[in-house]
């Protein structure tokens, strides 16, 4: 059995008791909300705090305000089980909702929370092993060792982002707030995430993520396909969060298609959303951005399934949610492969 190591926990009362107690702790401290991502790293010793500060009693990360037509805002502390489950959001924001509700399994929906969600560390075979395991390969990059095992002459960490909700938050245009005691900012969810397996993220380690914002639900829509080996459980190995919004003539007006788990980020398409732009949703014009797609997704040997039928399944997939999204059946065959755990379209 994996324990963990030794550390410090205290438990804040108020936001501000928390972004003190991480400015009196510096770069030994992180925050905990769920746990269900940062412990099992710190069982294995990959991410190893001396303080972890737990973010459980702080009321201001567990509150929804707003409207759909206005905009809502999800407190980053809102287990995975309550963000699914709330009627605006799987009204309004199905996107949202669906990406949420496959993550994993209701256990760790109930204790996992959106902020942790979005934070949630990258992820590669090499490096989510036990400590033994890494040591066994003298360890990575990403974590007390020199070389990349899957790119050995690379200078960078190809580690892939798992996130279910990140790809749909950036299909969407949602924003997050970011709160330290240096003051606060909002970001664009696409600007939260860098193109590197390590420095993963575009936040300061003593930022606190305190609140989601999501857009006004006026006339747009989105969607967001998940492949994984299971049904249930498994992190997905290409997600696909696709959102346009129509106009009044039926032909597309704005289009975003966000490919996850085939790269260190959230990986827009622009190729693919270019030839959609003033055209209705056709079979032929949903091929060709479906074709643009495929040279986007640039999936490596590093987590489950064959490379080159990840990348066959990013095609399929956007062309899959597109057809969704413009009232079309899924048109053609899957590319043939160990198709099990496919957790779309329904
Ligand atoms: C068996 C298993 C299967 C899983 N399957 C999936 C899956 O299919 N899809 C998926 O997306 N995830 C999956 N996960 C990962 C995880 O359960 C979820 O991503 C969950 O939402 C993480 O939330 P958490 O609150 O538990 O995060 P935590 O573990 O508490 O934190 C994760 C990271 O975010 C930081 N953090 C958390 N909250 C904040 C905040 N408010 N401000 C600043 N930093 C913060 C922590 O310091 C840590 O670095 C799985 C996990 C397990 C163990
Ligand atoms: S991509 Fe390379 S450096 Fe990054 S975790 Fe995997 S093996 Fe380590």
Redesign the pocket.
Known sequence: MLRLPKFRYLQPKSLREALRMMADAGTEA???????????NMKRRQ?TPKVVIG?GQLEP?RMKRGKPEDGMVLG??LT?TEVCTDKRVRGSYPAVAKAAE????PL?RN???????L???TRCNYYDQNYEWRKAIHFCMKKDGEICWVAPSSPRCWAVQ????VPVMVAIRAKVRLVSTSGERMLDAADLYNDDGIQHLNKQPE????EIHLPPANGWRATYWKL?RRGS????VLGVATCIKLASDGTVETAKIILGGVGSHPIEVLAAQKPLLGKKLTRETIQEAAAAAYPAAKPLDNTDYAMAWRKDMARYYVAGTLAELGGLPPGGQPPEGPLVGISSPN
């Open positions: 992180m925050y905990v909300a769920g746990g269900t991502d940062l412990y099992p991410q973010l990360l980053a502390g995975l496959l993550i994993s399994t760790l204790m996992g929370s959106i902020g942790g969600n934070l949630l560390d798992s996130s279910d909700c930022e606190l993520l305190t994984r459980f498994d992190f997905p």
